[in-house]
Nanobody
């Protein structure tokens, strides 16, 4: 069993920054493909960013490219999401997700929530205007 625990959410003003963390346990972290997704009230869950097992490949939704950065520290079993230049439309519950069984292929693979077997409980990010 894999446990994912997100932290770092909060209330920030338009243009501000936050850094989300997701700590994983239960299996070898370096075997996980990791992703961040978010869900705003009344909307479907959407892809934000993903990172390959080694950290050598990263993928971003168009809406966050240039503002968000995903990274991982395999020695600390943690994945991060640095969020800069936050906008009110970034307000959502942010989820960390992990997959340890599939072989990713192509950027679209990382964007599909059904490719991730494990999910955290989420951390709320609220951006005020």
């Amino acid at each position: 069993q894999v446990q994912l625990v997100e932290s770092g959410g909060g209330l920030v003003q338009d243009g501000g920054s936050l850094r989300l963390s997701c700590a994983a346990s239960g299996r070898t972290f370096s075997s996980f493909t990791m992703g961040w997704f978010r869900q705003a009230p009344g909307k479907e869950r959407e892809f934000v960013a993903a990172i390959s097992r080694s950290g050598g490949l990263t993928y971003y939704a168009d809406s966050v490219t240039g503002r968000f950065t995903i990274s991982r520290d395999n020695a600390k079993n943690t994945v991060f999401l640095q969020m800069n230049s936050l906008k009110p439309e970034d307000t959502a519950l942010y989820y960390c997700a992990a997959d340890a069984t599939r072989i990713p292929y192509g950027s679209m693979w990382y964007e599909a929530p059904e490719n991730y077997d494990y999910w955290g409980q989420g951390t709320q990010v609220t951006v005020s205007s």
